[in-house]
């Protein structure tokens, strides 16, 4: 077991190797000169080459990733163009709406969309199946600031039940924190829940097909435990495989909802550093989040033998 | 045909197939096909209605989209504006119009350039063993990069035109369209008939046209679909954040991201185009659903 999250932990290093050099090499594959776009049309030359010296594009690749690989290697993700600050201190800045949006999220889209899932397979072929597979294509199809546009208009503007834009730091106040990304949570959630939901109900039918669910009816199980104990212990692994690989839609919804609600997190960072055109920002915060995703996704791994004591290492 | 067949041996076999299928007459019509499929038929239909209006945008009485009239700003829908003005008085019902022709763009441009290499990439990857294993790292690596995130970094360092944004997010999709055709050739070249074809001396590059590559066609064609779906929400948002679209051209998402200041007020600005872009991705979503189920008959009623 021990040799196995070693192996697993191991396996992740090559592949955030390769993001870090994906994500550096994008400096030097960019169709024409980064530092000029970077610079803008206003630029004077000599602000072309301040910026290409503190990219460090006048140095050789192999060279200057090595440097850069080496301080990121050690937490330094580089100075911000635009503010001078350190990368990893404007993020660090930023982690706490972003973290707390998608905690909310998570639990919102879970504690929903697998009991979705597990009543539309219950009730295969009945009208509840079908409300929850439009709601399933609804969900991929509506894009992220649209429904939330369409909360806040409804909910905090014409309700006046929460507030509209913002962010209220959690040692403010849990009721305040929580009113303030309830919307944005739940429509961050949309997709989330339609990809759990879809995923749940195929899983659930296969399941329920088994011969060990009929021998549960059989010697006069309860439905109930039918369902959340006998199959949907054996429909998980798809489940959280799904969770994991759909939090890829959360990181990208994100960084979408943050601008719709005014919030300020990492998603508010990358975009003000678009607009700003702030490479080593948007370079270290791609970089955090796809680790993050690389993190979560490891994690998924190691919980696939908690829910299928038959996988051992 | 339907004369039942004997055997030298007096016993019956089983009738040929035609017999227990629907009668010839009662498919291909349309009433049937819509029956048979109704989520293609629904999801083509809408789409083909949005497509026609981004073909034919000049002739709805729309005017030019970034014709400015200050005097006439953030007006609401009304008889002469049926969607209203944005803050620079340009008519929101043309821009809407007009912008479906960029999602629609966007849309079927990456979903056929990331298939075309994403199946290049797939083959490759399935048939030269010491490449895999390259391919595969990179695309373990560039698959944990979320999709979105990939194509700021890319818009970040390019000019904004609609092609970078179709090249960005082209970029973000083929490691998946590369990895679905790696897993149809790996379970493929397992097939009795290409083992046939390779044991009696079938050159390769004929293995992977004519016995590979059509069996890849039905799941390329579900994913290229959801691709498409994909695409345009990627360059909606893209747009809607400032890195997609240069604000000059009218796309669904510069209308929105332009509409974003006001939406408290004027809300119509934002609601027009998200309407949309809604149905316009809900539509494509449809037909990729609808496409699924009938290609492959084993997820059918499943997923």
Redesign the interface.
């Known amino acids: 077991m021990f040799a196995y999250i070693l192996r697993r932990i191991m396996a992740t290093i090559?592949?955030?190797?390769?993001?870090a050099?994906?994500?550096f090499s994008?400096?030097y594959i960019?169709?024409?000169d980064?530092a000029a776009?970077?610079a803008g049309d206003q630029a004077t030359p000599a602000d072309v080459e301040r910026i290409r010296a503190s990219l460090g594009l006048d140095r050789p690749f192999l060279i200057r990733f090595g440097d850069w690989l080496w301080h990121v290697l050690n937490g330094d993700l580089g100075t911000s163009i635009f503010t001078n600050l350190p990368v990893t201190h404007m993020i660090a800045q930023r982690v706490q709406p972003t973290f707390s949006l998608m905690v909310l999220t998570l639990t919102i889209a879970l504690s929903l969309a697998i009991p979705m899932g597990v009543l539309a397979a219950w009730k295969h072929g009945t009208w509840i199946d079908r409300v929850v597979m439009i709601f399933a294509?609804?969900g991929?199809?509506?894009?992220?600031?649209?429904v939330g546009?369409?909360l806040a208009?409804t909910f905090a503007?014409q309700l006046d039940m929460f507030p509209?834009q913002g962010y209220t730091p959690f040692e403010d106040g849990f009721g305040k924190w929580l009113g303030n990304l309830v919307l944005p949570a739940v429509a961050l959630a949309g997709v989330y829940m339609a990809l759990i939901a879809?995923?749940t109900r195929?899983t659930m039918?296969?399941v329920l097909n088994q011969d060990y669910v009929r021998t549960a009816r059989a010697k006069g199980v309860g439905q109930r435990a039918i369902l959340f104990v006998h199959a949907l212990k054996n429909a998980a692994v798809p489940i959280v495989t799904i969770v994991g690989i759909g939090f890829?839609?959360l990181?990208?919804g994100a960084?979408?909802t943050e601008?719709?609600f005014a919030i300020p997190g990492l998603g508010r960072l990358?975009?003000d550093?678009?607009?700003r055109?702030d490479?080593p920002v948007?370079?270290g915060?791609?970089l955090m989040?796809?680790f993050v995703?690389?993190i979560v996704?490891l994690l998924v791994d190691l919980l696939y033998t908690v829910f299928d004591p038959r996988i051992r290492y | 045909m339907s004369t039942t067949t004997l055997t030298p041996d007096g016993l019956t076999a089983a009738p040929d197939l035609a017999d227990i299928l629907p009668p010839r007459k009662a498919r291909g019509k349309i009433m049937m096909f819509i029956y048979r499929y109704p989520t293609i038929a629904a999801g083509g239909a809408m789409l083909s209605i949005i497509l026609a209006i981004a073909i034919f945008a000049p002739l709805l009485w729309t005017v030019d989209p970034t014709a400015l009239a200050p005097a006439k700003r953030t007006r609401f829908p009304s008889e002469q504006y049926w969607f209203g003005t944005d803050m620079l008085g340009r008519d929101v019902y043309s821009r809407v119009l007009y912008g479906a022709r960029i999602s629609l763009i966007v849309g079927f441009s990456v979903a056929t350039l990331a298939s075309v290499l994403g199946m290049l990439v797939g083959v490759c990857s399935g048939f030269i063993r010491w490449l895999d294993a390259i391919i595969m790292r990179v695309i373990d690596g560039m698959m944990s990069i979320p999709g979105i995130l990939l194509a700021i970094a890319l818009m970040a360092l390019t000019r904004a035109s609609v092609q970078t944004v179709v090249i960005a997010i082209t970029v973000a999709e083929v490691p998946r369209v590369s990895r679905l055709v790696r897993g149809v050739v790996l379970s493929l070249r397992e097939q009795p008939y290409v083992e046939a074809a390779i044991a009696s001396g079938t050159r390769v590059p004929k293995i992977i046209f004519k016995h590979i590559l059509p069996n890849t066609m039905a799941p390329i064609i579900v994913q290229a679909t959801f691709i498409c779906a994909s695409a345009m929400l990627t360059e909606a948002t893209l747009s809607f954040i400032g890195a997609g679209t240069p604000p000059t051209i009218p796309s669904w998402g510069n209308i929105m991201a332009e509409g974003r200041a006001l939406w408290q007020v004027k809300p119509y600005i934002v609601f027009f185009p998200a309407i949309f872009l809604s149905v316009t991705v809900l539509a494509v979503n449809l037909l990729g659903d609808g496409l699924r189920d009938a290609l492959d008959p084993r997820l059918a009623k499943k997923v």
């Open positions: 090559p592949v955030m190797a390769v993001v050099l994906f994500v994008l400096l960019a169709p024409g980064p776009i970077i294509v609804l991929f199809s509506l894009p992220v600031f649209v546009y369409l208009y503007l509209v879809r995923i195929a039918l296969e890829a839609s990181i990208g960084v979408v601008s719709v990358v975009v550093a678009i607009l055109r490479y948007i370079q915060v791609v989040f796809s995703y690389v996704n």
